[in-house]
């Protein structure tokens, strides 16, 4: 169903994957989207394909990580689209190594964009959303952030925060008109997910359930879903296209 009136949405870590999946499903249901990315080239590419099919949307390359960059991607937003009624928080990367080699940059860097920028971006919209007593936030996480990932515990326990911050926040402003929610996909099929190792997808992809990776598309309709006011009773959720890896 369109939207009556377009309502502004960021959607971080948008130029490929599930970021690019989630905006081009948005947009094609009536938002409004700036999508971010840290590349400007790829963050272009997923805006044209937008425009193509006649939706709205606008492009602010930044590093979810930097107050500087976040900052910027929030006036980008507000500037061509207004007040930001929904937030998806999806950049992020994988690093895969054994515990024992990661070095302290890793797992800092691995914070900083998973739970850094997650707070950064969403320290930016929260106050517009709470003074209009509406907004819906979204937050990506991973299936791993619930049972971990052999040579992801990096990865693992960024995840595991943003879920945690998810409930948390959740707690804090649901009364107060802001709908906080996540998403924690399993496998799918990204370029960040075929960048490990083959080893590790082919034993990932034989203790699946369903037996088979999800596809980003897939991830993108429960985002559009929790995004939606047929999710009004969802508060502090983590719902898992995953596969059959986590089963609640």
């Keep these: 169903m369109m939207a009556k009136h377009p309502i502004s949405a960021i959607v971080t870590g948008a130029g490929s994957g599930i970021g690019r999946a989630i905006a081009i499903k948005l947009a094609s249901i009536g938002y409004a989207v700036l999508v971010n990315d840290l590349s400007q080239e790829r963050a272009q590419v997923t805006v044209d394909e937008i425009r193509a099919v006649g939706g709205v949307a606008a492009v602010k390359a930044g590093d979810v990580s930097s107050e500087a960059d976040v900052a910027a991607v929030h006036a980008a937003a507000t500037g061509a689209h207004g007040a930001v009624g ?28 998973h739970v850094r920028g997650t707070f950064l971006m969403t320290k930016a919209v929260l106050p517009a959303m709470l003074a209009a007593s509406d907004g819906v936030i979204v937050n990506v996480a991973s299936q791993l952030g619930q049972i971990g990932g052999i040579e992801l515990v990096h990865y693992s326990s960024a995840k595991a925060a943003i879920i945690g911050m998810t409930k948390a926040l959740a707690r804090e402003v649901s009364s107060r008109g802001v709908r906080v929610n996540a998403v924690a996909p399993g496998p799918i099929n990204t370029p960040l997910v075929l960048a490990l190792s083959d080893e590790w997808r082919a034993a990932k992809k034989s203790e699946l359930p369903l037996g088979r990776f999800g596809e980003p598309e897939e991830v993108a309709e429960t985002v559009a879903f929790l995004a939606s006011p047929a999710a009004s009773l969802f508060v502090g959720q983590t719902l898992g296209p995953n596969s059959g890896d986590v089963m609640l």
């Design 86 to 113: 929904l937030l998806v928080n999806n950049a992020g990367f994988v690093h895969q190594a054994l515990f024992e080699n990661l070095e302290v940059s890793d797992f800092d860097r691995m914070f900083a964009v």
